[in-house]
């Protein structure tokens, strides 16, 4: 699932400190900006442009038992699970097995279920992976929460999820608008699975995890994760939760109903590493990170910015450092944002423990400002 734009004030200061030397000011950085209770958890890295990564966390990890955050301390990531999702696609699409112009229907077709997924008949993969296929949020759906707090200990299928969009209107006609949904994902890796015959989970650790050493993300498919520090959520956000998101060990909801539209716990160095690989071209070949930064128009629609073009799991804007490639990402409690700047060859990923915006800070934007323009006049870069 994917966050709103609160996080970009972070990620400036974050950015000040990756350029002024490493470790130490990034420390003093995320201090501040945990507030000055100190509650909220902050966890950030630098993938520097020499390849080094450098972390640092301030805050509490958890609220009740004053455990300090640390910069190994797992989140659940929310969307920023996608660009793993699309990765892993791509990589099948290398070897022949399914193409972006494929219609769904070719692989889900014969699901008694699939002709009454809103534009079945004009879906291509490339459409749901660009959000521009005109399918609902399922994870909005009232029945949907409802089944969730009903029974979180459920394991769902694929087309458990996809039946709270069933039958209902489309929001737009097949590729001709933009709209973002968790619900997109959860049929491009359903048609992958079938065009392959394996697991999605199988693959992200055979092709992404396991090759890139990328160590402490995992699956988040079950309630109790090695690993995962308590979130904090907004009671009034659409999930309803009553603040903490953790009893004991044990998630209040299972992050398994997540799958493709997430579906990873990780943290920020790790996340960092990744995009760097990713953007600099080190996972996917040429043509692929040419479809990969391939975007479509995200300026206006749910979830989308002013500015912003969506690519295969990639969100695309401008900034003051120039574009930016990469996803932000939301899960009850948690909030996560990774940045790639090409032209800095610079990633950039936060990790926050809570979603609530007041905690948070949103008067950050003008810090962001004052200190970016600051950085850039010195180094000469405006």
């Known amino acids: 699932m994917r966050t709103p734009r609160l996080l970009p004030a972070l990620l400036a ?4 400190a990756a350029q002024n030397a490493p470790e130490q000011a990034l420390r003093a950085t995320l201090d501040r900006l945990s507030g000055p209770e100190k509650l909220q958890g902050i966890s950030a890295a630098v993938a520097q442009p020499d390849g080094t990564v450098v972390s640092a966390a301030a805050g509490l990890a958890d609220r009740e038992a004053k455990t300090p955050m640390r910069p ?8 920023v699970g996608k660009m793993f999702v699309s990765a892993v696609i791509l990589l099948a699409i290398q070897d022949g097995a399914l193409k ?8 889900l077709g014969d699901q008694p279920w699939y002709s009454r997924v809103p534009n079945a008949r004009d879906l291509t993969l490339r459409m749901l992976m660009t959000h521009s296929s005109g399918i609902p949020e399922h994870v909005l759906d009232p029945k949907f929460l409802a089944a969730l707090h009903a029974d979180p200990d459920k394991l769902w299928k694929p087309e458990e999820l996809v039946a709270f969009v069933l039958d209902k ?12 949904a968790d619900t997109n994902y959860i ?11 394996r697991r999605y989970y199988d693959d992200l650790q055979r092709r992404i995890l396991k090759p890139f050493a990328l160590t402490q993300t995992i699956p ?28 004991g060990a044990e998630s209040i909801l299972n992050p398994q109903m997540e799958w493709t539209g997430g579906g990873v716990l990780s943290i920020p160095s790790d996340l960092a590493r990744w ?24 300026s206006e629609g749910r979830g989308g910015s002013k500015g912003e073009k969506y690519g295969l799991a990639v969100q695309m804007r401008p900034s003051q450092w120039g574009i930016t490639w990469g996803h932000d990402g939301w899960f009850p409690g948690y909030l996560t944002e990774v940045l790639y700047y090409p032209e800095r060859k610079t990633a950039i990923v936060v990790q926050v423990n809570t979603d609530n915006q007041r905690e948070i800070g949103m ?4 810090l962001m400002e004052t200190i970016s323009a600051a950085v850039f006049d010195k180094d000469g870069a405006k």
């Open 13 to 16: 200061c974050v950015t000040l």
């Open 72 to 79: 190994g301390d797992r989140m659940l990531a929310g969307s």
């Open 100 to 107: 972006l112009e494929d219609p769904v229907q070719r692989w």
């Open 169 to 180: 209107p489309p929001l737009f006609p097949a590729g001709g608008g933009w709209s973002y």
């Open 187 to 197: 049929l491009a890796a359903m048609a992958f699975e079938k065009a392959t015959g």
């Open 220 to 247: 988040s498919d079950r309630r109790v994760l090695p690993g995962l520090i308590p979130g904090y959520s907004n009671p009034r956000g659409p999930f309803g939760l009553p603040g903490r998101t953790m009893k």
């Open 275 to 298: 995009a760097k690989m990713l953007y600099e071209g080190n996972v996917l070949s040429e043509a692929s990170m040419k479809e990969l930064l391939t975007g479509v128009d995200a």
């Open 363 to 366: 008067p950050l934007g003008k």
